[in-house]
Nanobody
Framework: QGQLVESGGGLVQPGGSLRLSCAASGFTFSRYPMNWYRQAPGKEREFVARIISTGVSTNYADSVKGRFTISRDNAKNTVYLQMNNLKPEDTAVYYC?????WGQGTQVTVSS
């Protein structure tokens, strides 16, 4: 049974940057595609970004394309989400996910 633990969230001003991390354990991380999702208050959870097991292919929601970058380090069993040029509408709880489950989420708040 896999476990995912997100970190790196916080409060940032519009235009700022954050890097989220998701540490995986309990499964063979390098075999699985990994995803980031987010859920804003009062809204449904939505897809943000995906990276395949080898890391050579990624895809993004249109709302974050060009601003966010997903990456992974299979040696460290960790997936990252680099978020640049953050906007107030990026405020949400961000979740790491794979086919075996979800992390607990990390709060990102973009506000001046």
């Amino acid at each position: 049974q896999g476990q995912l633990v997100e970190s790196g969230g916080g409060l940032v001003q519009p235009g700022g940057s954050l890097r989220l991390s998701c540490a995986a354990s309990g499964f063979t991380f390098s075999r699985y595609p990994m995803n980031w999702y987010r859920q804003a208050p009062g809204k449904e959870r939505e897809f943000v970004a995906r990276i395949i097991s080898t890391g050579v292919s990624t895809n993004y929601a249109d709302s974050v394309k060009g601003r966010f970058t997903i990456s992974r380090d299979n040696a460290k069993n960790t997936v990252y989400l680099q978020m640049n040029n953050l906007k107030p509408e990026d405020t949400a709880v961000y979740y790491c996910q794979f086919s075996g489950g979800w992390g607990q989420g990390t709060q990102v708040t973009v506000s001046s």
